[in-house]
Nanobody, 120 residues
Framework: QVRLVESGGGFFQAGDSPRLSCVAS?????MAWFRQAPGSEREFLVL????????YYRAAVEGRITISGDVANNTVFLQLNRVKPEDTAVYYC????????????????WGQGTQVTVSS
């Protein structure tokens, strides 16, 4: 397991484009972003692994979010593009040592989460 630290959350206005950061304490193969809104299950957003073509977005959010950064350098970023109130959630970073998955159960390391609150 690695320790993950997210940052960049806060209070935003609709239309803002905040960027969240996730830093891992050590090497890992896959880093992913999930979010959990109040009363909802945790949902997968995007993952990136060590392979050159190793980025995968959940279809429903592609275009509304952008992942950047380098798993090899233990840091990834999540750009939220022109947020809406429905993007209000706790955003979590996750990591797995050997594989990637869109299933939260596939990750053995989780950050504490960073709250994003969007007002209209």
């Amino acid at each position: 397991q690695v320790r993950l630290v997210e940052s960049g959350g806060g209070f935003f206005q609709a239309g803002d484009s905040p960027r969240l950061s996730c830093v891992a304490s050590g090497r890992t193969f896959c880093m992913a972003w999930f979010r959990q809104a109040p009363g909802s299950e945790r949902e997968f957003l995007v993952l990136r692994n060590l392979r050159p073509d190793g980025t995968y977005y959940r279809a429903a959010v592609e275009g509304r979010i952008t992942i950047s950064g380098d798993v090899a350098n233990n840091t990834v970023f999540l750009q939220l593009n022109r947020v809406k109130p429905e993007d209000t959630a706790v955003y979590y970073c996750a990591a797995a040592p050997n594989h990637c998955s869109a299933d939260a159960g596939g990750y053995d390391s989780w950050g504490q989460g960073t709250q994003v609150t969007v007002s209209s």
